[in-house]
């Protein structure tokens, strides 16, 4: 197996190559294979003799980057097989060269890299920036948008041309307004060197992009108000010493009813299919969060850190034909028991009492069916059902307020067992016919208000009538 030795041509003129590494290539007995001949030092080269042999066909045979430096790689490792190799690629070996990545990963090459110089150092000076404040290298061809960092200086390297540098500008879009002003960077540190400052929205228009462009995105000045982060500092700041009096006060106690309000108002957000009401609702819920979160670090218990690793080690675990090897074939309700098998002593400690009780009526009986507490048929469950109407019939004749109660709920939970049988869930349909009557209701409102009458003007039956009438309309 041959060696394959990498030179890298530097950012642009003859001039930034060492002369060591110009020897080299100038007296090199062996074909030179070139990345791309689109490079002013091979085109210098070629004037003194120097012969290249290019990969630049390989780009228009795939409509992928990736596909291209793996075919590239594949010719090299194969052609090393019976001979040295000499390899030249655009600026440093180890700066954005996807192909020398490639080739340091393969199991059978002998890879040897001859150094070059990178364009960094010209791009900082062009740009008048010092990489200390903080700075990101991004390869503008396969990147990760939620990796960004605007804070800290951002480079786009391989912006070849007007598709990729729509893509980097669509992408940004996402966080940056239409006017948030970037800088196009041609041939850094050449004679040919270029810049223009132009607003985001414009960048995929103004100019040729070559495999010489890069794009700067300066550091933002002001937090992006939809970036976690800044909700994070926000409630930081409402909780600090300068804060707002309500929200340093606040307790986890204190705000439970709170949180309680604003679930109940995304719930009726989402039955009304309210998308922007939805959006409102589900903020104030993370506000409830955030807060209970801050809380939290204020009195050195736990961070929101803490609250995101929880959610996700237990997304990841309950989900283990997802995230695992596909062997796992345990069930939801296995999983969650094995996290809390040292901590629990009976399947129903962790149904939340003091929700709803028609909800929690349910969910009781749910759990308990699972492992066989259960009547075998529906008819009995309605047996139950005339037992505990006649007891609460005979609480009722004997006006025994007390008894009256503990019957009427015994009577609730038989009809939310009912509802069990038939897959209904009661909290749900008891929330459809309280939102039926209130609508209902509303149109006898409007029937008396109409009339210029009040409502004890009417009689039962008439205002049953216009019950009726918002019946007929449903």
């Not at 040295?84 to 990545?101: F, S």
């Not at 069930?331 to 969650?336: A, I, Q, R, S, V």
């Not at 009912?418 to 209130?438: G, M």
Request: with cysteine; net charge negative.
């Amino acid at each position: 197996m041959g060696k394959i030795e990498v030179i890298g041509l530097g950012a642009g003129n003859i001039e930034q190559l060492p002369f060591g590494l110009y020897q080299t290539l100038k007296n090199a007995p062996i074909t030179i294979y070139a990345r791309t001949l689109d490079h002013p030092v091979i085109t210098y080269l070629q004037e003194e003799g120097v012969h290249f042999q290019s990969f630049d066909i390989i780009y228009e045979k795939h409509h992928q980057f990736d596909a291209v430096y793996e075919e590239i790689v594949d010719i090299l490792v194969r052609q090393a097989e019976t001979e040295d190799i000499l390899y030249a690629v655009p600026g440093h070996p180890m700066l954005a060269e996807r192909t020398v990545q490639l080739l340091l990963e393969h199991p059978t090459a002998d890879i040897h890299l001859l150094g070059g110089q990178s364009y960094l150092d010209d791009l900082f000076t062009a740009l008048k920036i010092d990489p200390i404040d903080g700075f990101q290298f991004v390869d503008g061809t396969s990147f990760d948008r939620t990796s960004l960092q605007y804070k800290q200086h951002i480079i786009f390297c391989q912006v070849y041309d007007a598709f990729i540098a729509s893509d980097v500008k669509l992408a940004l879009l996402e966080d940056l307004p239409a006017h948030y002003e970037v800088t196009i960077v041609e041939a850094a540190g050449t004679v040919n060197e270029k810049l223009l400052t132009v607003p985001l929205e414009e960048l995929d228009r103004v100019m040729e992009m070559s495999n010489l462009t890069s794009v700067y995105v300066p550091p933002i000045k002001e937090a992006l108000p939809h970036h976690f982060q800044t909700l994070r500092e926000t409630i930081q700041i409402l909780r600090g010493p300068n804060g707002c009096p309500w929200d340093r006060k606040q307790t986890h106690a204190s705000l439970r009813k709170y949180l309680q309000e604003e679930a109940y108002e995304l719930i009726d957000a989402i039955q009304r299919e309210d998308d922007e009401g939805i959006i409102e609702e589900l903020g104030d819920v993370l506000l409830q969060v955030m807060l209970h979160s801050q809380i939290g670090e204020d009195d050195g218990y736990f961070t929101v850190d803490d609250v995101i690793r929880s959610i996700t080690e237990k997304m990841i675990h309950r989900h283990p034909h997802v995230f695992g090897d596909g062997e796992n074939n345990k069930t939801w309700d296995e999983l969650k028991r094995e996290e809390k098998s040292e901590l629990k002593h009976s399947m129903l400690e962790d149904i939340i009492t003091f929700a709803p009780a028609l909800q929690v009526a349910d969910e009781v009986q749910r759990k308990a069916a699972k492992v066989g507490f259960d009547w075998d048929e529906v008819t009995d469950v309605w047996l139950k059902w005339e037992e505990e109407l006649q007891e609460f019939k005979e609480a009722a004749e004997a006006n025994d307020e007390k008894e009256m109660e503990k019957e009427f709920g015994d009577m609730l939970f038989v009809l939310a067992n009912i509802a069990r049988f038939y897959d209904i869930y009661p909290e749900h349909a008891l929330q459809q016919t309280n939102e039926k009557f209130i609508r209902r209701f509303k149109h006898v409102e409007q029937c008396v208000k109409e009339s210029n009458k009040e409502f004890h003007d009417f009689t039962l039956a008439q205002l049953d009538h216009f019950w009726n009438e918002a019946k007929k309309e449903e």
